[in-house]
């Protein structure tokens, strides 16, 4: 299970907003997974990515609201995390039959929510911290 705490927090409410929504979407699928149940696995998984892509313009439209001086950088990583999220698609096509696949996907969330939060957004918190 995944949790953010409050050192993870970026102390604006839109985007700590949409982490718990990511966490919380992740953990229903792990939960899914551990427990068997694969049918609705890459309907949730398509709507994970669908919040994510959300998250990343609501995300990145701040940042350029802001003034935010490595908005590119920013934007060219959350690109670079699409190819991650066709992963997960293909993995969840095939949990029904394939415990490897299974596992991966777990994997491939929980890393997915630690590069996006913890790795790279962790780098904006002090230049946008209170803003919502």
Do not use: W
Not at 76 to 97: I, N, P, T, W
Request: charged residues 25%; negative net charge.
């Amino acid at each position: 299970m995944v949790q953010l705490s409050e050192t993870f927090m970026l102390e604006s409410q839109t985007l700590d907003q949409d982490h718990q929504v990511l966490v919380e979407m992740v953990n229903e699928i792990t939960e899914m997974l551990d427990s068997g149940e694969t049918i609705d696995c890459k309907v949730k998984a398509l709507e994970f990515i669908k919040f994510t892509k959300a998250h990343f313009a609501r995300e990145e439209q701040l940042l350029n609201k802001v003034g935010y001086p490595y908005v590119a950088k920013h934007q060219k990583h959350h690109r670079e995390l699409y190819a991650k999220m066709d992963h997960m698609l293909e993995f969840a096509g095939l949990v029904s039959v394939n415990e490897m696949a299974r596992e991966s996907l777990k994997t491939e969330l929980v890393f997915f929510v630690m590069d996006d939060v913890i790795t790279t957004d962790l780098d904006f918190k002090n230049f946008i911290s209170g803003l919502n």
